[in-house]
Structures are given as C-alpha cells and as structure tokens.
C-alpha cells in the first residue's frame, strides 16, 4: 500500500531495522538518568543543529506532540495574550487552545490565496506572543520566510512562535526568523508519531527564565534546565529520540532534502494544474505548500478518486476541517521515494486526464 496520507505519514523503511536494533541493544529500558541515555541525547542535539541547519545559540526541547507545544507557549510564555494569524484548521485551533488557557487570546484569519498583509496586521497592546503556522497542512499554504522576516521586523517585542510540523526536517527553514519553531514528528520526520521537537532562540528561554511559570510539568523552565544536562524531566518517548538519532545520522543536509522537495513539488502541481476533473484548492502559486497538496472537486468526485485510488493500493488523505468532503491531500514528504509518486500519477492519468 503506498501512503500519501499527511501524517501519520510513511516512515522511513529503516525504521524497522533500528526498532529491532533498539530492543536488541537493551535501549528499551534504559533509566533516563543514566550515562547512556545522555551521550545519545547529546548526539542527537548535535545530529538535529547540524542536519536541520539549528543556529548554535538556539535550544532545543523535546515534548510528546505539537499540542503540547502550543499549550507550552501558552503555559510559560503568555502572560497575557497571543495573536493566532490562521487560514486554516491547524491554526485556528492552536488559536482556541490558547484562549482556553489565556481569554484575552485573539485571532485574525486570512484567505487561502492571500499573502500575510504584515503591515495591516492588528497586534494589541500587551501581545506576547505572534503565532503562525508556517505550513498549514489542513488546507496545503505555506507562510513564507520572507513574510516571517517581515513580521519579525514590523513587530520587534513579541515572540514569534511558528508551527512547522509539516515542514520541518523537510524544508530548509530559516531559524533565525523566528523565536519558537516546533514540529511532531510523524510528518516530514518520517518517524513514528508521539514526540515532537521545540526549538527556541535565546530570547525565549531568557523571557521564560523571567516569566518563571513552575506550574506545570512541562513548564519551559523546566525544560530548560533539565536540558542543560541533556535529560528531560519526565521519562520521555526513548524509542523514538533512538530512531530519530539513527534516522538523522544517515539523511542529507537539509538543504538537499529541501531542492529535492522543491523539485517534486513543482513537478506534482503541474501535474495537477493539467487535470481536468479535479482543480489544485490553493490558486496562487506563492502560497502553495510544498510539502502538502490539495486537490479540489465535488464531494462526490473525491469519494470516488479516494475509493479508487484505494482500490489501487494508493492511500490519498482525506481532507481535512472545512475542506473535509471536498478536497484530498497529499503528502509530499522525505520518506516518500519518487517511485511512488509515478505510481501515483500514473493512476491519474489512466483515469482522470
Ligand atoms: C499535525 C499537526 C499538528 C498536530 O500534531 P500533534 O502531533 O497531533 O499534536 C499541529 N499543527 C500542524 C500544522 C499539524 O500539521
């Protein structure tokens, strides 16, 4: 069965090996305070900096999921309030996350085809926080590095916070643009979900360190000063910190993993521009994602391209939140070797050109 499903999504097929490899080495059940799980975790840091391109001075964390991560910023860095810039269902709901915790939380939505309009961008008095989800995968945009740069410039005292968890470790992002990038990974990671990694500028944890928020156990405090010794202070997901290590040891940089992608990407829009019963959802090009597509038609269309895909032994993801019924995406992730995407096409052209 191939899998085009934007998370959970394909995994890299060594993973089977390292799991085997992990139980066979007694990882599974190492203390989390021992010698052993520390040189893996500095490894890995050092693994991450280097393959993702990770500025030095920024730190890294690990939680269980992007969730957690949106309620850590919330919990440790948001006195009083955030501002959710959302064109879709990943960033609203990040949005409505955060007023539960903080009420004074606010959004301001933009269309799909649109470019953040950053000078026209409301920001209140009293705003901690700017928060962009930098690729929406409910609805395939991206928000750009430039636009980033410009919000960066335009807004100099709040932190900016960046949902890259359908990006990250497929793109090449630019870190120093913002302050808080974050990602799960069973997206472009290529791993098995329940981890996610956070990353933070120096500003962050120096805003966190004053802030002082203990109140939780995942305060960013907390993870900070776990961090210094390269632990964490619950016993976090072993397996996985594990097959990320052995995974990222055998990528390329990022900055290869990224003009593939690219490439692929440009390719599969074409491809999908030229189809005559199903239209690309995002029309303009700037904002199309690269890493998630979405394909438009009638609700009953796409029921039956999922079904006969399916047939095929091709897994297309269902849409998701208001483009539920009428849309499917597809993932356009590392692990998914272009072998698999003739295949997709071929399908596509046999039945639907
Ligand atoms: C998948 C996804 C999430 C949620 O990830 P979890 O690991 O389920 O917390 C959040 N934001 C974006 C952009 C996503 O694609």
Known sequence: MLNFYPGPSKVYPQIRDFMVMAYDEGLLSIPHRSERFVHMMRELVGLLRKKLNIPQDYY?????????????????????????????????????YARRLRPDC??????????LDVPNIPVEDDTDVICVTQNETSNGTQVSMETLLKLQNQFKDPLLAV???????????KFIRADIWFASVQKCFGLPAGMAVLVCSPRTVQRAKALNDKK??????FLYEKMLNYQTGHTP???????????????????QVDQQL?????????????????????????????TVLAVQGTGKQILEIKKNAAAQGITLGNGYGDWAKNTFR???FPAIVDGEYDVLKDFFRKNYK
């Open 60 to 96: 890294l964390f690990f939680t269980s999921s992007a969730t957690e991560c949106w309620e850590i910023i919330t919990q440790s860095l948001t006195p009083h309030k955030s501002l959710h810039l959302y064109n879709g269902a990943f960033g609203e709901k990040w949005g409505q």
């Open 106 to 115: 606010y959004s301001q939505s933009f269309g799909v085809n649109d470019v």
């Open 163 to 173: 949902d890259a968890t359908s990006s990250m470790a497929g793109l090449n992002l």
């Open 216 to 221: 939780h156990y995942n305060s960013l405090v």
């Open 237 to 255: 997901n072993v397996l996985n910190l594990y097959l990320m290590r052995q995974m990222l040891e055998r990528l390329p940089l990022i900055k």
């Open 262 to 290: 690219v490439k692929r990407s440009q390719e599969l829009y074409s491809f999908f521009e030229e189809l005559t019963e199903v239209q690309l959802l995002v029309e303009n090009p700037e904002v199309r994602s690269q």
């Open 330 to 332: 597809i993932a356009n």
